[in-house]
T-cell receptor, first 114, second 111 residues
Framework: GQQVMQIPQYQHVQEGEDFTTYCNSS?????IQWYKQRPGGHPVFLIQ?????EVKKQKRLTFQFGEAKKNSSLHITATQTTDVGTYFC??????????????FGQGTILTVHP | DVKVTQSSRYLVKRTGEKVFLECVQD?????MFWYRQDPGLGLRLIYF???????EKGDIPEGYSVSREKKERFSLILESASTNQTSMYLC??????????FGPGTRLTVT
């Protein structure tokens, strides 16, 4: 079946350093969504990528969707302490039926040292 | 403002009890989801509903059932709670699988 691997599981950075997390699927995706979950909070939607090779930016965050629509990355430039939390992806399979289209990255836990 | 609410933030139940977790959304979304979230495992889908009275099993439905009698409300039922069901339970809703809105979560402890 379709699997999504998210790496790394943990990332510790100094404030000001960059951070990247990756979601890699074994099958072609229809779209991918990225979420952020602050410690003690609930997941909050960041962005959805749909098109092959798509790149979207939100201030210091850059999201990319691979040309083959099997992988995606979230890059944060110059991290701040407010960036701490877990970042994870929700992937929608190309084809399939209803919920069976969804698979989930395990999340990357980001800590930022001031 | 979009809202998904869950009936309890914290819940402590005994083994064997029947447990009801309620979720309500005010966005008229057709899709609603129940997840559990455990450290190192990420989100795991328990059940999903795409319309009133319609439901589909997720990846880990064993030991759970659901009810959706009204569009805005999706209930998760633990028929006989067990200690391995101690977890954070998250409800979400979405329109057309685009952008899921999550509730604040219920941290359930089964003793």
């Amino acid at each position: 079946g379709q699997q999504v691997m998210q790496i790394p599981q943990y990332q510790h950075v100094q404030e000001g350093e960059d951070f990247t997390t990756y979601c890699n699927s074994s099958t072609t995706l229809s779209n991918i969504q990225w979420y952020k979950q602050r410690p003690g909070g609930h997941p909050v939607f960041l962005i959805q990528l749909v098109k092959s090779g798509e790149v979207k930016k939100q201030k210091r965050l850059t999201f990319q969707f691979g040309e083959a629509k099997k992988n995606s990355s979230l890059h944060i430039t110059a991290t701040q302490t407010t960036d701490v939390g877990t970042y994870f992806c929700i992937c929608t399979n190309a084809g399939g039926t209803s919920y069976g289209k969804l698979t989930f990255g395990q999340g990357t836990i980001l800590t930022v040292h001031p | 403002d979009v809202k998904v609410t869950q009936s309890s933030r914290y819940l402590v139940k005994r083994t064997g009890e029947k447990v009801f977790l309620e979720c309500v959304q005010d966005m008229d979304h057709e899709n609603m989801f129940w997840y559990r979230q455990d450290p190192g495992l990420g989100l795991r889908l328990i059940y999903f509903s795409y319309d009133v009275k319609m439901k589909e099993k997720g990846d880990i439905p064993e030991g759970y059932s659901v009810s959706r009698e009204k569009k805005e409300r999706f209930s998760l039922i633990l028929e006989s709670a067990s200690t391995n069901q101690t977890s954070m339970y998250l409800c979400a809703s979405s329109h057309n699988f685009i952008e899921q809105y999550f509730g604040p979560g219920t941290r359930l402890t089964v003793t």
